[in-house]
């Protein structure tokens, strides 16, 4: 378990505590074992890059951040 991130975005009735989104994002390091990367669903692309190619992406500060650490726990 690298990180667990929750965002709660307010409904337009913020005052009556309803929530319009609520995100809970946990983020694994994981191993791969066989096959081919590929994207999923929720992504039109993947592919692998070296840890120094990061900032050519459009990559939100937190998402760099969780990265990184995925970085430095595959190195241990």
């Known amino acids: 378990l690298l990180e667990v991130f929750e965002s ?5 009735e913020s005052g009556a505590g309803k929530s319009q989104y609520h995100y ?3 983020d694994f390091l994981a191993r791969r074992k066989s096959g ?3 994207s999923g669903g ?3 692309e993947a592919q692998w890059i ?3 190619q990061l900032p050519e992406f459009k990559v939100s500060e937190s998402a760099c951040k ?3 650490k995925a970085f430095e726990q595959r190195r241990s």
Not at 8 to 12: F, Q
Request: glycine share 4%.
């Open 8 to 12: 709660i975005i307010p409904g337009a």
């Open 24 to 26: 809970v994002v946990i």
């Open 36 to 38: 081919e990367l590929r």
């Open 42 to 44: 929720d992504a039109l």
């Open 50 to 52: 070296k840890r120094e």
């Open 66 to 68: 969780v990265i990184a």
